[in-house]
């Protein structure tokens, strides 16, 4: 009788313990920043909805890095520190420990964002393996900003009349393109530039086009050049390599599997839906469904302009990269990237 009494307490415990909620899996989660479309229409809902949503064993704490008073370059260092469990932030930003990573996001190349999402796709491997020797981290995701264009204050009809100009640049390699261009490159933070602008500290500043038009830049610049100066500044999210591994596999698969179908291909979706209607609300050219239009004046690219761009890319801003990036990351640059876009860094 005792030994059946223990069979039925040992058969009911197992049976309470597969009908027991699995243990909470709580991710602390840095988003990008706060007051731009990317974070407000994808991050946010996908952290602290989709997921969850998925597996209520997840439980995610959302913040960005704006909101934590920390630097954009910092956000990869602190996640490889483990100081939290998943960062996004802007590739450029990070290019200062991993100039390697400038890679990512060349300047002119993708003048689409067909085109920009297979250069984002053919880089990925090298990404991934940036990641983890660099920041200690797992990609996940790389969803783009809108093309990064120029805001001008004052009248510029082409490349030639931002020679002289002191222009925030938003990645390295677009400030080396704008300095081979006799522009002056000046390194201000993206929440400063509304008031560098103001100010007369730069005459100029490249950001993403919906990003300048969420940001209000429209109102202390008049001339707005679409030629894809700064590339698409990519925003890689990843998570800490350590917190990866400790996961289980299930677990990894929903993430992964989440991230890519409902977080990454949206916000790409978004992008190339984005080009017309970002234009449209800075120069009240057409229908501009995120709020009341600007009246910038609009300068497409010229065919000398685009000549020019890519003449210097190639000839300086891509060498000076190679320098820096070393030639085992340049190879693979070439045979990734380079064979994708047919632009390749000459080699010695």
């Known amino acids: 009788m005792k030994r059946i009494a223990s069979k039925f307490l040992a058969v009911t415990a197992l049976s309470l313990a597969s009908m027991a909620p699995a243990a909470a899996e709580t991710l602390s989660v840095v988003g990008s920043w706060s007051n731009l479309p990317l974070h407000q229409q994808f991050e946010a809902p996908f952290w602290t909805k989709t997921l969850p949503a998925a597996d209520s064993a997840i439980e995610v704490q959302l913040t960005t890095h704006n909101q934590m008073g920390i630097q954009g370059g910092d956000v990869f260092r602190m996640l490889g520190d483990g100081v939290f469990d998943v960062g996004m932030t802007v590739g450029d930003y990070a290019v200062g420990d991993a100039p390697e990573l400038e890679g990512l996001d060349v300047p002119l190349i993708a003048t689409t964002t067909d085109e920009a999402k297979a250069m984002v796709e053919a880089a990925r491997p090298m990404v991934d393996d940036i990641f983890a020797q660099r920041f200690n981290a797992k990609v996940l995701a790389i969803a783009p900003y809108p093309p990064q264009v120029v805001f001008c204050k004052g009248d510029v009809a082409s490349l030639a009349d931002l020679k002289g100009k002191k222009i925030r640049g938003s990645g390295r390699m677009t400030t080396k393109f704008l300095e081979a261009l006799g522009a002056e490159g000046v390194n201000v933070a993206f929440s400063e530039v509304p008031g ?153």
Do not use: H
């Open 196 to 348: 560098a602008l103001e100010r007369s500290v730069i005459d100029c500043a490249v950001t993403g086009s919906g990003s300048g038009y969420s940001a209000g830049w429209w109102e202390v610049t008049d001339t707005l050049m679409t030629l894809p100066l700064g590339g698409w500044d990519p925003v890689v999210t990843a998570i800490n390599m350590d917190k990866w591994n400790s996961l289980s596999e299930e677990m990894k698969s929903l993430i992964a599997t989440e991230v890519a179908a409902k977080f990454e291909a949206p916000a790409w979706a978004s992008a190339a839906a984005s080009m017309s209607t970002d234009t449209a609300c800075l120069t009240g050219n057409g229908e501009c469904p995120a709020g009341n239009p600007a009246s910038m004046k609009l300068v497409e690219a010229s065919e000398a302009d685009i000549t020019t761009a890519r003449k210097i890319l190639t000839e300086t801003v891509l060498p000076e990269w190679a320098e820096r990036a070393g030639p085992d990351w340049v190879k693979r640059w070439n045979d990734s990237v380079g064979k994708t876009t047919g632009v390749t860094v000459a080699t010695n």
